[in-house]
């Protein structure tokens, strides 16, 4: 059975929460929604990890050695994931709105924020069972807590609160220790920080004032009593050492500010967009920069107090910038009001087929994935065209020409060009290589909007559907962009249309609309071309339609009943039908009167004694968008009102999956069955209504915005910038599409694209050993039995026996432990190595095979990795073709279980891909080798006198032999003419002339043996 996993979050704008750098300043963490998504500055990915938390992630903490990530959501609800691996240890409700939490920097202890108090937490171990323990709480604060800091040394903190006081706590009762308390802000305090020597300690205000404290040791002549001592227990006393304010305009205010300890650099963002960097402790400005005019959210230093991450959530971006040189290192910006369509590049990029270099920086961003191939377009309401690489995560180039909302994504079939159509009434054609609009089609009459594409498969027509008027579809030539046929037979809007993939009908187009009708035309048909078209009438309005891409004349339509209906469109005849009304399990939306389930209507009890099948079945309820697989075997079904995705298999048509893309109950219509206590007396949930003014920090500037919202809504909107803060939070599923290896499909919906990768039954790569360049996957043995066993694998790897530990590594499939077998393997002994390994484990070597040749995770032995794939090859290619096809030998009962559970072809391609990947970035550097060799073999050599020549490189001197070789020649054929010469003229000369001539001939030979001892 066909496994998909969630594989990454695409295109969705960043809402508010705290970010964090790794520490080694190459990654930054960030909330999207109620998940984590980490951006790798350095290598250019972005991943998101696969845990969820209840709502949107508000606090997020990583301890100082990376391995555990604390997230917490806006009720107080964490979850402790080792960020390693991408797994969840254990879950903690802090039972309240959390400020701020932050590890010690020993990572022994956690401090966490909630209203007025300050709690102490023991980190959690493996001893303690991944539980907290409460160590202590503190409270002295009269007002909420805003922000805390540690000590360098992890014995002291320090917290800031609304009611404008910065206090001092220790861990632990200390001897000597008296907590104190600054009272010299005039407005709520947003940050404090210790210098690295901790003789300061820095807070600032909301009004942008900075007050520095210094701690002066007094001299009793006790030193060395109290040298073992901290710092705040020795004798000393608090004194103010200075106060300054940031030179911002009058009406900003600080939102948010950060400390570098080691730079001594301090940023501050204000509510009016503008982030200022400070060098302490003279607070002198370096740098000024302007995001626009919403306020900033967050502000984070890293990477030494080189990059700076600044956040807006009114804006939906955010940005690391590096200071120093006065550059972007990351700049995304999603789609604002969510993704309307999504469709995969059926090919590579044209990158690809120039061999350019592809781990390299002269390489597009594009072109530097793993597998550089699936290109993912993305159309917004907002009118722009992105364009991800859905491996690398990031997005590379953005297409603002659309001046209204993009409905409908396309690519050409060479892959080399993608179209898209919008309501501003205009059909737009991106070309891949240079990224311009090289074409633009309109109607004759430039009056309608487009809402379907279509293009054929040679690439050389487009056919759109047209909003209102005829309902007509047109068709435009690609070249020359002239209308080529008017289709006009719809009564009613066409929402979708494609062409079919068949070769023996490549101008067969269907059209679905709202009349309850299927149409198909033939445009290279018929005496006007398009013809007449054929009608298929089905039950009810048509949303989606799709063709079978095995070109057997089949198509796929969903119907507005929840039903999906088979035709074979050459023979008109109907093949069979899918009632999905059960499957879509679409979501309650907070507004709604009563449960979206299918037990409306009846009796408590009652159980299955209905009257009728469809009794009590939600009737309301329909996919929106289908989408076949490559194979063909696979449908997936995508509906607007549902939080789920349904894949059904073609041939039986029930349903094979059924896949959740998000349980963030921060969003509405997410939950079946919505809580209870939510209800208001009136009978109301209260999550209707806006009440972030009581839990922001600003609640002023709060105000503001919500008033500038206020003024622009405009009733009955939903969807965009005149729509209200709830119709903002309700989830809406708009389309669906394959990748072209069926790998990998995609769901666009209102907060993001959400990536799905097929499970091969391998063991999934962690998104953080993708990150720090070592891929630690999930454990998934292949064959677990008692003799399957790490030591086991160890003991063989000793006695020396090379064919019985890999085997067993390769049945335990755990990659730490296969790489070091794998490593020990002399290179003689491969061939023999490969052919004691049996067919069920064929899958996994080749998974193995393809993650070692990848430059991030693999080892640079090169040469090593083709023998081995070269042995493979050789050896067992019958077999991997025999799996390839489905075909299993006569009672190899575990090759077949192999070969279902883990696709051999994809994973041939896959190892396909990493080896002309690697070829494509080695070539260069082979090409400049050679040529390099070539001159130094024919430079000249000095030497100083008496000294010996040194020993060149062999392949120098083989190259200067050769050359050497070829010169002697040369020499003794001209010696052989001029003798010949002689020998003719000695009649006619004298014994001395002939002397003369010899002598002449003999200095000649001497200057044309001289290049010989050059090189």
Not at 349 to 354: D, F, I, N, V
Not at 563 to 569: D, G, T, Y
Not at 848 to 854: A, K, N, P, T
Request: glycine residues 8%; proline residues 4%; charged residues 20%.
């Amino acid at each position: 059975m066909n496994t998909y996993r969630f594989s990454n979050l695409l295109g969705a704008t960043y809402r508010g929460g705290s970010v964090e750098f790794t520490p080694d300043g190459n990654t930054l963490l960030s909330p999207v929604g109620n998940r984590v998504s980490a951006v790798d500055l350095v290598q250019g990915r972005c991943v998101t990890l696969g845990p969820e938390n209840r709502e949107d992630i508000k606090i997020l903490a990583l301890s100082p050695d990376a391995h555990l990530l604390l997230s917490i959501d806006r009720t107080g609800h964490a979850l402790l994931v080792n960020f390693v691996r991408g797994a969840i240890l254990t879950r903690i409700n802090f039972k309240g709105l959390v400020q701020s939490a932050r590890w010690s920097p020993d990572g022994k202890w956690l401090a966490v924020t909630k209203q007025r108090r300050l709690s102490i937490w023991r980190a959690p171990t493996l001893r303690l069972g991944w539980q907290f323990v409460q160590h202590r709480t503190f409270g002295g604060h009269h007002d909420d807590v805003l922000e805390l800091a540690w000590a360098p040394n992890s014995l002291f903190l320090a917290s800031c609160s609304r009611d404008m006081s910065v206090r001092l706590w220790s861990i632990n009762p200390m001897e000597s220790f008296e907590p104190i308390a600054l009272v010299e802000h005039r407005s709520p305090v947003r940050g404090v920080f210790f210098s690295a020597d901790m003789k300061y300690l820095y807070s600032m205000s909301r009004q942008g004032f900075l007050v520095s404290l210094r701690y002066d040791l007094k001299e009793d002549g006790q030193e060395e009593e109290h040298g073992s001592a901290p710092l705040y227990c020795r004798p000393g006393e608090w004194v103010i050492a200075s106060k300054a304010r940031c030179n911002q305009p009058h009406p900003q205010k600080v939102m948010k500010c950060a400390f570098d300890a080691g730079a001594n650099l301090l940023a501050a963002g204000f509510d009016g967009g503008l982030f200022m960097l400070f060098e302490m402790p003279g607070m002198q400005a370096l740098q000024t920069l302007s995001l626009g005019t919403e306020p900033l959210d967050v502000v984070t230093l890293g990477a030494g107090g080189d990059w700076l991450a600044v956040g807006s959530a009114a804006l939906g971006q955010l940005l690391v910038w590096e200071w120093r040189s006065e550059t972007y290192v990351l700049k995304q910006q999603g789609h604002h009001w969510g993704v309307q369509c999504v469709a995969f590049s059926p090919a590579g990029p044209p990158s690809l087929k120039r061999e350019k270099t592809l781990s390299t920086m002269e390489a597009r961003p594009e072109d530097r994935g793993s597998l550089a191939g699936r290109l993912l377009a993305t159309g917004g309401y907002d009118g722009k065209v992105k364009l991800f690489n859905s491996q690398s995560g990031l997005c590379f180039v953005t297409f603002a020409e659309h001046t209204a909302p993009v409905t409908a994504l396309c690519f050409t079939p060479q892959g080399n060009a993608v179209l898209s159509a919008s309501k501003d009434g205009s059909v737009r054609a991106f070309d891949l290589l240079r990224y311009r609009n090289f074409r633009t089609f309109a109607s004759p009459d430039g009056l309608c909007q487009f809402a379907g594409l279509a293009v054929d498969g040679g690439g050389e027509i487009v056919a759109a559907s047209s909003l209102g008027g005829q309902y007509a579809i047109y068709v435009w030539s690609i070249q020359t962009g002239n209308v080529l046929e008017v289709l006009t037979a719809h009564t009613s809007y066409v929402q979708s249309l494609q062409f079919s993939p068949s070769t023996t009908h490549p101008g067969q187009l269907v059209t679905a609309g709202w009349d309850s009708a299927v149409r198909v035309w033939d445009l290279y048909l018929g005496a006007n071309k398009g013809g007449a078209a054929e009608t298929l009438q089905c039950p009810s309005s048509v949303l989606s339609v799709a063709f079978d891409p095995r070109g057997n004349d089949q198509c796929a339509c969903s119907c507005l009943t929840g039903q999906i209906l088979f035709w074979n469109v050459c023979e008109g005849r109907n093949l069979g039908s899918i009632d999905g009304l059960r499957d879509i399990q679409s979501g309650r939306q907070w507004h709604d009167r009563f449960a979206s389930s299918h037990m409306k209507g009846i009796a408590p009890g009652q159980g299955l004694g209905k009257k009728k099948g469809s009794d009590g079945v939600n009737l309301n309820q329909h996919f929106s968008s289908i989408s076949y697989a490559r194979g063909g075997e696979l449908l997936l079904c995508g509906s607007r009102n549902s939080p789920q995705v349904c894949l059904y298999d073609t041939s039986s048509y029930a349903l094979t999956l059924r896949l959740t893309l998000t349980r963030n109950e921060s969003l509405s219509g997410v939950k079946v069955m919505l809580n209870s206590k939510n209800m208001t007396e009136a009978g109301v949930s209260w999550q209707e209504f806006d009440l972030s003014e009581s839990e922001v920090e600003d609640a002023e500037t709060t105000r503001w915005q919500r008033r500038l919202r206020d003024d622009k809504v405009l009733p009955g909107v939903n969807v965009g910038e005149a729509k209200d803060m709830y119709s903002e939070r309700e989830l809406h599923v708009w389309n669906v599409a394959f990748s072209a290896d069926s790998q990998q499909f995609a769901a666009a919906t209102t907060h993001g694209v959400f990536v799905y990768s097929a499970d091969i039954g391998l063991g999934t790569p962690s998104t953080a050993g993708h990150i720090y360049g070592s891929d630690m996957g999930r454990f998934a043995p292949q064959l677990l039995t008692r003799n399957v066993s790490a030591p086991a694998v160890l003991k063989a790897l000793e006695a020396g026996d090379m064919s019985r530990a890999m085997i067993l590594a390769l049945a335990l499939n755990d990659y730490g432990l296969l790489r070091q077998v794998y490593e020990a393997v002399p290179v003689k002994t491969v061939p023999v190595v490969v052919a004691s390994i049996g067919s069920p484990l064929l899958p996994a070597l080749l998974w193995f095979l393809s993650l070692e040749i990848r430059p991030v995770t693999g080892t640079p032995h090169f040469q090593f990795h083709v023998t081995w794939i070269e042995a493979l090859i050789d050896l067992h290619f019958n077999t991997l073709l025999e799996m390839a096809s489905g075909r299993a030998r006569t009672g190899s009962a575990l090759e077949a279980a192999a070969a279902s559970r883990s696709d051999v072809a994809a994973l041939c391609l896959q190892l396909l891909v990493e080896l002309s990947q690697r070829h494509a970035a080695m070539v260069k550097t082979f090409s400049s080798n050679l040529y390099l060799l070539k001159y130094l073999s024919v430079a000249p050599h000095e030497s100083a006198p008496g000294e010996e020549t040194e020993l060149r490189d062999p392949v120098a001197t083989a190259v200067a032999e050769e050359i050497e070789g070829e010169i002697e020649a040369e020499i003794e054929e001209e010696i052989e003419e001029a003798s010949a010469v002689l020998e003719t003229k000695a009649l006619k000369g004298t014994k001395l002339k002939r002397k003369r001539q010899r002598a002449a001939l003999a200095e000649s030979v001497d200057e044309l043996k001289h290049p010989i001892d050059t090189a």
